[in-house]
């Protein structure tokens, strides 16, 4: 059929409608991958649910101002980028409208002025993690698109330059000695903010032999001198922190973000946008101060750290035993306080009316994509904040909580877009909720 594309949707596709005078589909929504709005195209059929169609692209009849040519050699066959035959403007713009057209479907009412925070669109990425396979020779690989294929690959525009490098020297390295390859099922690097410091996180298919380790360490760090240490996981396996990984060499690193330094275990969650965490931070630290604040989720101590420089107490909640770690170090001194815990269970617990002291000036959030759910922002709600910062990464859970606590007294007072992800859909937000 012949479509007209009305605007992008969430999760990289583009929306038009079935023509008024086609007899099976006629004015049914179709989402269609690698369109753009404004555009004349022809698409097949792939797929038709009760609510909407699926298809693909065949040809494109009047191509949008902004369409450009990718910049990587693997665009529409990896899975990892959706917007690279947009100019980052418009890859801007998509975010933007999508962003406000999910909080209205939320009915929460959008701030008259969206602020924007991007950068330079490639080689942003400090984190990279791949697949590894055997056959017909080792290879690093990263999945095709709306598949569960691996796509071998040798570079990655969107890394860091050393991360490109790495990814061709761990790959040499396991074509030249494939016996070192047959255990690993992943691999993810991991570069401080200079590139100066890299770690290698290994998943493996059964625990790595610890002489295994050390001639696989030493055989990348030939070819790739900035590496500081490796660390082997069975693939899998989750994180205890009480089982002692193979290692080789050093388990974290430095990473400076302005004149804020920060340790980082292999394997803890850290801001991927090398470029924009700092411009992150000051978002959400901004110049707000006070009694106490909560940072919940608070991976390795991003926020609460900087919290810290203008809050008497900062009480700051993480589950992951790595991240705990790297928290404990990072917001080391002072009155302030890690606490190991799920955010649910320190909001219900007798620890947190004994921590609190009072009404938090601030609780700042930064959930996994699946938000916060009812049972927290309820909680949330009855600690009565000041205000609430919400770093979220999925705008739907996003504006579903945001909806969930406008009947408290809370409302969106500052919304910014911050683009982490260029060349993909996704994108972050962060949310300054007040009390009225």
């Not at 195209?41 to 009760?50: F, G, K, L, Y």
């Not at 609510?51 to 040519?69: H, K, M, N, W």
């Not at 406008?406 to 909720?433: C, I």
Request: hydrophobic share 45%.
């Amino acid at each position: 059929m012949k479509l007209r594309m009305e605007k992008a949707i969430y999760g990289g596709a583009a929306l038009g409608r079935a023509p008024a005078d086609h007899a099976e589909f006629a004015g049914k929504a179709v989402f269609v991958p690698l369109a753009l709005p404004g555009e004349l195209i022809e698409a097949n059929v792939v797929s038709n649910r009760r609510g909407y169609i699926t298809a693909s692209l065949d040809s494109i009849v009047e191509p949008a101002s902004f369409r450009t040519q990718p910049g990587c050699d693997y665009y529409q066959r990896c899975g990892g980028c959706q917007y690279q035959h947009a100019e980052y403007p418009a890859q801007l713009e998509m975010k933007r409208a999508i962003l406000a057209e999910t909080l209205a479907r939320a009915h929460v009412e959008v701030p008259a002025e969206m602020l924007t925070l991007a950068s330079e669109p490639w080689g942003y990425r400090n984190r990279v993690r791949l697949h590894v396979i055997q056959q017909p020779a080792p290879a690093l690989c990263y999945r095709e698109a709306a598949s569960h294929r691996d796509l071998p690959v040798d570079h990655c525009p969107v890394a860091a330059p050393v991360l490109q490098q790495a990814i061709r020297s761990l790959t040499h390295v396991l074509q030249s000695q494939p016996e070192l390859a047959r255990s690993l099922a992943e691999v993810e690097f991991f570069t401080s903010h200079d590139e100066s410091a890299l770690l290698l996180s290994l998943f493996t298919h059964q625990s790595m032999a610890p002489q295994d380790l050390r001639m696989l360490s030493e055989a990348i760090l030939q070819e790739l001198p900035t590496l500081r240490g490796v660390r082997a996981t069975p693939a899998g396996a989750k994180a205890t922190g009480t089982t002692p990984a193979p290692v080789w060499g050093k388990t974290t690193l430095s990473y400076n973000v302005g004149a804020r330094s920060y340790q980082v275990s292999a394997g803890a969650f850290f801001q991927i946008n090398r470029f924009l965490i700092p411009a992150l931070l000051a978002e959400v630290a901004a110049e707000r101060s006070g009694a106490l604040a909560w940072d919940l989720y608070a991976g390795v101590g991003l926020f609460a750290q900087a919290l810290a420089q203008r809050f008497e107490r900062v009480i700051a909640v993480e589950s992951s035993p790595h991240a705990t770690a790297d928290l404990r170090r990072n917001l080391s001194g002072g009155d302030h306080q890690c606490v190991s815990s799920e955010t649910l269970q320190f909001l219900h617990s007798q620890t947190a009316r004994k921590l609190r002291r009072g009404t938090p000036d601030l609780i700042v959030v930064d959930p996994p994509r699946a938000g916060l759910g009812a049972d927290v922002c309820a909680l949330l709600a009855a600690a009565q904040p000041q205000q609430i910062v919400y770093v979220s990464c999925d705008p739907a859970t996003m504006a579903r909580d945001l909806r969930a606590l406008q009947p408290s007294g809370y409302r969106l007072a500052r919304l910014t877009l911050v683009d982490l992800f260029p060349q993909t859909f996704h994108l972050e937000t962060v949310a300054v909720l007040e009390r009225a």
